[in-house]
């Protein structure tokens, strides 16, 4: 109860102090009578404003020798730490040899003849060495190289960095750290030495750094995380999405470490903090959650030590680690944290210590002071003194114009400024900063007097003294910034920066006054120049556009009194407001992130002005980011991220002139930034490059998108060799650029494409195998360009050099030599020549090139058809030998058979069975050019790799019976053609389940077509056709014979001619199906079996039975031949269909007979044979209408009259005569023994023969052959 009377105690009396002092400082209230004059009033309150600004200042000074305190067991510099450690190896006692010979042919030389003085001297030599190493490591490699000690390249000092004791650690690790270029090369030789493959992340970290200290600035030591991300990533290229990720976990494995082991730390991080402050590292993605507590528990048990034998104790590393490197901002940047506002009662710990400092010493006296270390305790005082002092000031700052009086006012202002930026009191902060912002009048400039021009000075201060901590209230000090700016240039008559954006139409007096000098707007003060007019009505401190929107002119008096209040600003300088902008390059990790958001904000306040957007603070974000460029990466990716938003802001801003200036900053920094070199898996010059895309994506102005390949083009071409991952923004940009309505963007971004294809390719895959395919994307987006042929042809052939550069074996290097650099020996790892055929790495390059160029074949345009064809089977051929069989499988899956999707076999037909659809061919891409080049070129290829991709026949032949069974007559032509040759190509190749494969294909494919053909023959059964008063055998139906186009409705007549059409194109296709079945047998008779020759032997069968019932569809055809009469079109084959069926029927029965009688009489052809003329023989007589004599019950004879035929009978039995002489030869032909098993069936057919009238007097010459030499024998035998 003591305790805490005593701490209410110490707060009131600060309390009535300061409030005593303010009341002092106020004066008397109005209205009260005092008795002091008027001199000793002004005293009194100038006294009592100082008093409390040197109450406050002797808190800022206390804080500040507590904080100095509370730091002073940091390391003056990493020689300090290593001072003690210098001394004892420099006589060389402690230094040992190397634990390997640096030379072993001066050691094999040596060591036969040499002398134990010589080997003593060359052991004291290399110590001296070693020694002046650890004191100035520059000079200690150049002597060790100049005495040949060592090697002279980076791979060698590096393997003597890592392999040699008495070294000291801390120094290695500055040297490794140096940002000299050899130093650099022997950093990445070291770091590349280690294999990290299948080792986890933290003891891959543990394994590193246990050979050599971190050194104690912080980018040395980003350096050399950034090596060892981008080489762990390497080993393991599936960790992580990218060497970022490792980067930034590097740090926060570094940070834990030193959380978890040091002993200073009261709160240690648990595993849920660690969790949390890794969250979206991994390219926005979390890392799973089960691996970040494993390597957290690693951690946390087992302490990573910077060295294993350091003379300087662990422990006091550990414990300044962070706060030397000021890790714990950086750290704050990745996770996204800020540094928050503790309230009053936050610092409950605080309050319980002093409590018990108070209880301790209470009872000793009660005359004593209770000192307190913890600067903290500031807090509680100035939480109660805050508020009067900022009124003391602010009331003295507003009513006195005594100069010594605002000078304490502006003196307090800094002071506490100062207090409550250290402390982290943002409110407080925020308030002091902006009541001295508004002090400055800036935005009422004519109203300034030189208290306020003090003020100005206090805030440029302020910036340069408290940069570290001022947080948001950046904003209020870069607005007072660009104010003053603006201010000076009106003062001087320059132009404003309008002018530079937009050419300006003003009045002849504006432009006048624009161009004078400062003394000319003296003079022509009278002018009511908007820009001045604006000032000089002022307006708030929180309004963007001052003045703008105030009514009313101002007066000549009001100007000049503006005029002259601008010699006061003479005192400012332009070096002071650089002065700020270059001191960002000072400002720690959190702090510059701040500086830049602050200055964004600023920036686009200027830009959006509605009269007179400015550029200030636009110049200034350039300048700060080249300024700004050398902080680790971490933190230079925390200001880019707010910087590429602003630029993508701005860039997609409606004022054309504002994001055409925006953009080419964009372009000066980028410029800027790829002079800086990037390692392999990172991801950041990418990331650099990404506003160009956004704005490229969404920029409706072609100006901007214009401007925006210039850019890039011009980057491209004069930094190529450290683009990097910046290649896929670059691809991005220039597949947009490919897409545009504007002919010259185009032609733009090709013409760079062309550039880079031709002349920088090696460097397109230098660092990220992805940016090929972003390449390959490209080049394809400009195939599809509509404005120039030319264009979209070059581009293929772009993708045909890409193949062979790939197939060259360069890119496919890259992949092989990612992990396994040869530069330098890398111990347990053996090197292993992998051929690219049995290894997919370059899956990943060829894949995006095939596909590209399968999408373009069906490219509406036949010449780009055609080119991609050629190219991708070119492709294909030449380089296919590089394949695998199981690479061969993807490419066919994902390049080839997407080409013939619409002619797969696999293809649903059903959709083409109705009269609104269109045949294949037409409702494709593709022309009858294109369909025979794309199978021939499928034939080539699968001939070509046969034995690769024998696996595919399958699929290859079903996309050829997509082809023979498509109704139209060009795509079926085209299958057979294909299938003929593939079938001759390959012959004996082929294996009998090959063979039985694909006559199956062209069974089911045949018997396929007949549903839907048979559904769209069913149609004319709903059609009424016009009865003629003819009989329809007499018709002769070529003729008109009187029927007119009107007798047939136009709807009937159009579906009656559709139909025609697919009758027609049905009969072609069944007969191709009969002339491949008989070519393919002929050719490649010797290497069928009986089974296969069977499915032939159904294949024919079913097309000829198929035939016939198509030809007994005598009221269907009759309706057809009306139609075709009234359309006057052509008649459908129908005969001709049936008579060729069934002579390769025919013929191949008797070929199978006479040229294999054993699988003939397997097969039992014989009998098929005599069957098959029978059913000729009954066609024929069918067709004359003759009948075989039946016997009624009773056994009288019928009695039949045989009537002349008529025109279009004879003209049938004429295209059926051929037929029937060739079954009739057959028969002819046949044994004694084999006619006399048929004679019985057919006997009455040739009796029915004999009494019917021919067209042909050859038929009753071979029937008096039959009789003669067959039937007669028989009967007289």
């Known amino acids: 109860m003591t305790v805490m009377w005593m701490l209410q105690t110490y707060m009131k009396d600060i309390c009535r102090i300061v409030n005593g002092l303010l009341k002092t400082a106020l004066g008397p209230p109005p209205g009260s009578t005092t008795t002091l004059s008027p001199v000793q009033d002004i005293t009194f309150r100038h006294e009592s404003v100082k008093c409390l600004a040197s109450i406050i200042k002797s808190m800022g000074a206390w804080m500040d020798q507590q904080l100095r305190i509370g730091d002073s067991y940091l390391p003056k510099s990493s020689e300090s730490s290593t001072s003690t450690e210098n001394h004892s190896t420099l006589n060389g006692e402690d230094a040992t040899a190397p634990e390997y010979d640096l030379h072993p042919e001066v050691n094999s030389e040596t060591s036969d003849a040499a002398t134990l003085e010589q080997r003593r001297a060359y052991k004291i030599e290399l110590q001296k060495g070693i020694s002046i190493f650890n004191r100035k490591p520059s000079k200690g490699i150049e002597f060790l190289i100049n005495a040949k000690k060592v090697g002279g390249s980076p791979e060698e000092v590096a393997a003597f960095l890592k392999n040699t004791t008495g070294l000291n650690e801390t120094v290695i690790g500055d040297y490794l750290g140096e940002r000299d270029e050899f130093c650099l090369r022997v950093m990445h030789a070291y770091v590349d030495s280690f294999n990290f493959k299948a080792m986890d992340f933290g003891e891959a970290i543990r394994f590193f750094l246990r050979g050599f200290r971190l050194p104690g600035e912080a980018q040395k030591i980003d350096r050399i995380m950034e090596k060892f991300a981008e080489r762990y990533c390497k080993c393991n290229p599936n960790s992580f999405t990218s060497a970022d990720t490792a980067y930034v976990l590097a740090y926060s494995v570094i940070m834990l470490n030193t959380d978890a082991h040091n002993s200073m730390v009261k709160d240690k991080m648990s595993k849920a903090d660690f969790i949390r402050n ?296 332009n070096f002071e407001l650089n002065h700020v902008f270059a001191n960002s390059q000072r400002l720690n990790s959190e702090a510059i992130v701040a500086f830049v958001k602050a200055l964004c904000k600023v920036s686009i306040s200027e830009l959006q002005s509605p009269t007179d957007p400015r550029v200030f603070s636009l110049t200034k974000i350039v300048e700060i980011a080249h300024y700004n460029m050398n902080h680790i990466r971490l933190v230079w990716s925390r200001i880019w991220n707010v910087l590429s938003g602003f630029f993508v802001s701005v860039g997609l801003s409606e004022n054309l002139s504002v994001a055409i200036f925006v953009m080419d900053s964009l372009r000066q920094l980028a410029m800027k930034f790829l002079e800086r070199e990037e390692l392999a898996n990172y991801n950041f010059q990418n990331e650099f490059l990404r506003p160009f895309v956004i704005v490229m994506q969404k920029s409706n102005s072609t100006e901007i998108r214009e401007l ?166 070119n492709i294909l051929n030449d380089h296919g030998h590089l394949f695998s069989h199981s690479f061969w499988t993807t490419v066919f899956n994902s390049a080839i058979f997407p080409i013939y999707n619409s002619f797969s076999d696999r293809k649903d037909v059903k959709d083409q069975d109705s009269p609104t659809s269109a045949p294949l061919s037409e409702g494709s891409a593709w022309d009858s050019e294109t369909s025979p080049i794309a199978v021939q070129c499928l034939v080539d290829l699968f001939v070509n790799f046969f034995n690769m991709i024998r696996s595919q026949l399958p699929s290859v032949v079903s996309i050829l019976m997509g082809f023979i069974r498509s109704p139209a007559k060009g795509p079926a032509s085209t299958g057979v053609a294909a299938l003929l040759r593939l079938a001759g190509e390959l012959g004996g190749r082929i294996s009998e389940d090959e063979y039985r494969e694909i006559f199956l294909s062209l069974k089911e494919a045949a018997a396929s077509l007949l549903p839907g053909f048979m559904k769209v023959l069913r149609i004319m059964d709903e059609i009424e056709m016009p009865e003629s008063s003819h009989p329809f055998a007499d018709v002769d139906v070529s003729s008109d014979h009187g029927f007119r186009n009107d007798d047939l409705e136009d709807g009937n007549l159009q579906t009656a001619a559709y139909v025609v059409s697919r009758v027609k194109g049905h009969i072609a296709v069944q007969l191709l199906i009969v002339q491949v079945v008989s070519d393919i047998y002929k050719a490649n008779q010797r290497f069928l079996s009986a089974a296969n020759v069977r499915i032939l032997i159904d294949i024919f069968s079913s097309i000829a039975s198929h035939a016939h019932q198509l030809n007994s569809e005598t009221d269907v055809l009759k309706k057809l031949l009306k139609a075709c009469s009234i359309a006057e079109i052509s008649d459908p084959p129908m005969v001709h269909f049936e008579n060729e069926s069934y002579k390769n029927y025919l013929d191949f029965l008797r070929d199978l007979l006479d040229d294999n009688p054993s699988m003939s009489e397997a097969l039992n052809v014989e009998a098929q044979l005599a069957a098959v003329c029978e059913k000729i023989l009954q066609i024929y007589l069918n067709c004359t209408g003759s009948r075989t004599v039946q016997q009624n019950p009773a056994n009288k004879p019928v009695m039949h009259w045989i009537l002349p035929s008529g025109s279009a009978k004879k003209e049938e039995l004429a295209e059926r005569t051929t037929l029937l002489l060739s079954a009739l030869r057959v028969l002819s032909g046949l044994e004694r023994d084999s006619f006399r098993g048929h004679a019985r069936q057919l006997f009455p057919l040739f009796v029915d023969l004999v009494r019917c009238e021919h067209s042909s007097g050859e038929v009753q010459r071979i029937l008096s052959n039959i009789f003669r030499s067959c039937i007669g024998p028989i009967i007289m035998g």
């Open 278 to 573: 890794n969250r979206g590292i991994d390219d926005g993605k979390d890392l799973p959650e089960e691996y970040l507590g494993a390597l957290y528990d690693h951690i946390v048990k087992n302490e990573i030590k910077m060295s294993a034998n350091s003379s300087t104790p662990q422990s006091k590393q550990s414990n300044s680690l962070n706060k030397l490197l000021g890790l714990d901002g950086i750290l704050n940047l990745v996770t996204g944290k800020q540094t928050e506002e503790k309230a009053l009662g936050a610092n409950g710990l605080l309050i319980r210590h002093i409590q018990e400092q108070f209880k301790a010493k209470s009872g000793k006296s009660e005359s004593i002071y209770h000192v307190v270390t913890d600067a903290a305790i500031l807090r509680f005082m100035v939480e109660v003194c805050w508020g009067p002092m900022l009124a003391a000031f602010s009331v003295t700052l507003d009513q006195s114009d005594d100069r010594l009086a605002t000078s304490q006012c502006l003196q307090g202002f800094r002071y506490a400024v100062h207090v409550t930026a250290v402390m982290g009191m943002q409110t407080q902060r925020d308030a002091f900063v902006t009541s001295v912002a508004k002090f400055t009048y800036l935005h009422c400039a004519a109203d300034m007097k030189q208290r306020n021009v003090d003020a100005v000075k206090a805030i440029i201060s302020i910036a340069i003294e408290d940069g570290n901590n001022l947080q948001d209230a950046w904003e209020h000090i870069l607005t007072c910034l660009s104010r003053i700016e603006h201010l000076q240039l009106l003062g001087e008559g320059a132009p404003p920066d309008a002018s530079y954006l937009t050419s300006s139409n003003g009045e002849t007096e504006e432009k006048a006054l624009k161009s004078m000098g400062y003394p000319s707007l003296k003079i022509k003060g009278t002018l009511q120049n908007p820009a001045v007019m604006a000032i000089v009505r002022g307006g708030s401190y929180d309004s963007t556009a001052v003045g703008v929107n105030s009514p009313g002119l101002v007066t000549p008096d009001q100007i000049n009194n503006f005029i002259s209040n601008l010699n006061l600003l003479d005192q400012i300088g």
């Open 708 to 873: 925006i390949v210039r850019c890039i083009s011009q980057m491209v071409l004069s930094r190529v060799s450290n683009v990097k991952s910046g290649w896929k923004s670059v691809f991005m940009v220039f597949t947009v650029a490919a897409a545009d309505e504007r002919k010259n963007v185009v032609l733009l971004a090709f013409e760079t494409m062309e550039k880079i294809v031709r002349e920088y390719f090696p460097y397109i895959t230098e660092t990220e195998t992805t940016t090929f395919t972003d390449c390959v994307r490209c080049l394809t987006t400009f195939t599809n360009s509509r404005f120039n042929s030319d264009v979209s042809l070059n581009a293929i052939a772009f993708l045909r050099f890409c193949a062979l550069k790939l197939a060259d074996g360069g890119l496919i290097c890259n992949v092989k030599s990612s992990v396994d650099d040869p530069s330098i020996p890398i111990v347990d790892e053996v090197a292993s020549d992998v051929n690219p055929s049995d290894k997919d790495d370059h899956v990943s390059f060829w894949i995006p090139l095939l596909t590209g160029l399968s999408k373009l074949t069906s490219d509406p345009r036949s010449a780009i058809r055609k080119s991609a064809l050629e190219v991708l089977f």
